[in-house]
């Protein structure tokens, strides 16, 4: 079984949990996810199916959407509800104040991962380091928020959708919201509603994947083409006998495919039949294999 399928992964579990839940339900060998998301929060979890596997160092930088709530007053050593309470504040803003900051927020911004992630330092996950009671100094690193907006305000509580790129931690983005105002801020909730090319809609929840499993109604509708997540690679058809050469890990001339392809940047190669082969790039001359999908006999 090779392909995708889009979990809603459910409070409580990490998403390393969660694959292993697919793995067992699905009853496969291999499955991995396409990107971490905390225990607390929820939403959209690509998983990668059997041989899907080979490709999770090649997929295309993608953007992300969150729905986060938050509350202000205090502040936590994970950012979230969960942790321990570091500081306590009156409260000075509301809904007005923090709608006029948000603005400060959009776009190209600094921001330090938090000690509770699984960011890696010299090859140690931060989280790891963290829950020794261990803080060590972090580097600032360059995420850009590309919308924000505050879609909700109730009996305290003020809820974001945000926009953003890969390794954005909407922890610290309400953490430093937080701070801006002087009174700090933790996360509440957070679900992650797109991911990767895919949304919540085309998400099934473990529950639902055990109930088909329980009924014996199989899972070939859920499973999604590789294809999807290299969406916005180039794509390029090629002859049977190329086909073959390429399979068996063989370069191609470029000057004989179809089309020119770009140099340098991954393209899906594809069989007459418009089977996904594999992963390609050019150096100009030839288009050699980056990635195979293995022959199936």
Known sequence: ????????????ITSFGAVNKVRGIMRLKKAGHTGTLDPMATGVLPVMLGDATRFLDFLPESDKTYRASFILGK???????????????????????????????????????????AKSVEGVRLYDLARKGVEIERKPCEVEIKSLELTGAENGSYTIEVSCSKGTYIRSLIDDIGKKLGCGAVMTSLCRTFASGFSLDECVSLDEL????????????????????FADYESVYISPAQAVRFSNGGALDTERLKRAVKTGVPVCVYSPEGTLLGLGISDGVQLKPLKLLPLRK
């Open 75 to 117: 502040t936590t050593d994970t950012l979230d509800i969960t942790g321990r309470v570091t500081a306590e504040y009156e409260i000075n803003a509301g809904e007005n104040e923090i709608r006029a900051l948000l603005p400060e927020f959009t776009g190209k911004i600094m921001q330090l991962p938090p000690m509770f992630s």
């Open 210 to 229: 055990q109930k088909r499993k329980d009924r014996e109604e199989g899972f070939s509708d859920l499973i999604i083409g590789l294809d999807k997540l």
């Open 1 to 12: 079984m090779t392909g995708i399928i889009c979990i809603n992964k459910p409070e409580g």
